[in-house]
């Protein structure tokens, strides 16, 4: 069982920065592929991020450019780095992982953190 703590979700105003940390159980962090995913009010959840074990990393049309997954696997620990942020990036940003990164960016991720909000003020 792998257990996700997302941390440092927040208010903050268009065109500004934010950065959310999860912090993952599982001794074998650094073999698991790690990603982000996110839902506004009143629409479905969808993709964000993922970063797999050897770092490569891809993103949803939406944020490319503006947002940057990344890991430390010392710490058990992927961000996201999230500039330019627009009021449409509000949302709940969950943290998934699981050993392969497809079935992270298909939707089917094994493991789910609880959540952080993040809101974007126009």
């Known amino acids: 069982q792998v257990q996700l703590v997302e941390s440092g979700g927040g208010l903050v105003q268009a065109g500004g920065s934010l950065r959310v940390s999860c912090a993952a159980s599982?001794?074998?962090?650094?073999?698991?592929?790690m990603g982000w995913y996110r839902q506004a009010p009143g629409k479905q959840r969808e993709f964000v991020a993922v970063?797999?074990?050897?770092?490569?990393?891809i993103y949803a049309d939406s944020v490319k450019g503006r947002f940057t997954i990344s890991r430390d696997n010392a710490k058990n620990t992927v961000y996201l780095q999230m500039n330019s942020l627009k009021p449409e990036d509000t949302a709940v940003y969950y943290c998934?992982?699981?050993?392969?990164?497809?079935?992270?960016?298909?939707?089917?991720?094994?493991?789910w953190g609880q959540g952080t909000q993040v809101t974007v003020s126009s």
């Open positions: 998934v992982a699981d050993r392969i990164s497809r079935t992270v960016v298909a939707g089917t991720p094994a493991y």
């Open positions: 970063v797999t074990n050897v770092g490569s990393t």
């Open positions: 599982r001794s074998a962090f650094s073999s698991t592929a």
